[in-house]
């Protein structure tokens, strides 16, 4: 979700009105994802690089971020939405930490969206963190080094046990990942758009879905295996 402080810069108002209008385009894309049958939404809402920006700016964030899940959470489980939480959390505050946990444990009827809401996070974190829980296993005795495989890697990521992401869209322009879900964006479809995530409504977000529709997902086979005709099905 990249753009909020341009898009309040083109309207001379200070990049906190941006962030405010971020969280608006959250809610509709949330929707949007429901309408289109989306399981799964992962959205980059804070960076382990992101602490770095003025303390103020920082402390707005952080403060929109509580406000929004105080007031949202309960909506949001009551459509059905489950919500979780990636990152590295120990830096936040002890109200944002509980507001997490308590809308993480929401018990939902049935669950028709799983939203992601990635904070202090980064893909390179989230390896060496599976690194490091593998180590402290095999350390104890538990696991067999030679036995770790990609699999088995995956399970201690902070996305397990959902899957990869099909497509990934930031908004923008800029075309970098900038350390997002690094080891899963693997063979995930990337969708660039100069669109500034305030502005990104469901007409931007079906746009992407089409693009990704238009895709040919190879996965390192040729053309002719993966097409869909009956006699190549076989191959
Ligand atoms: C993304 O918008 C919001 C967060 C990272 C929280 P930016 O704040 O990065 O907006 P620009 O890139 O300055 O326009
Ligand atoms: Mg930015």
Redesign the pocket.
């Known amino acids: 979700m990249?753009?909020n402080?341009r898009w309040a810069k083109h309207r001379h108002r200070p990049r906190a009105f941006g962030h405010r209008a971020g969280v608006q385009a959250v809610r509709k894309v949330i929707e949007a994802c429901i309408r289109a049958k989306v399981e799964v939404l992962t959205l980059f809402a804070f960076s382990s690089e992101n602490w770095s920006r003025p303390e103020g700016e920082v402390r707005h964030l952080m403060d929109l971020f509580l406000r929004a899940l105080r007031k949202e959470a309960r909506e949001l489980a009551g459509n059905g939405v489950r919500l979780r939480f990636i990152g590295e959390r120990s830096r936040f505050s002890p109200e944002l930490r509980a507001a997490m946990a308590e809308s993480e444990s929401a018990a939902l009827d049935v669950v028709r969206l799983t939203v992601n809401i990635a904070v202090n996070y980064g893909g390179r974190w989230d390896i060496v963190n599976a690194a490091q829980a593998l180590a402290r296993a095999a350390l104890a005795g538990q696991i067999d080094p030679d036995a770790i495989d990609q699999a088995s890697f995956e399970q201690h990521l902070s996305l397990a046990p959902l899957p990869e992401p099909d497509l990934f869209i930031r908004t923008?322009g800029e075309a970098r990942i900038s350390n997002f879900l690094l080891w899963h964006l693997a063979y995930t479809e990337l969708y660039f758009t100069p669109v500034l995530w305030p502005d990104f409504d469901e007409t931007a977000f079906l746009a992407a879905l089409t693009e990704f529709a238009r895709r040919e997902r190879r996965f390192g086979k040729t053309s002719d295996q993966v097409s869909s005709k009956p006699e190549a099905a076989h191959v």
């Open positions: 990249d753009g402080g923008g």
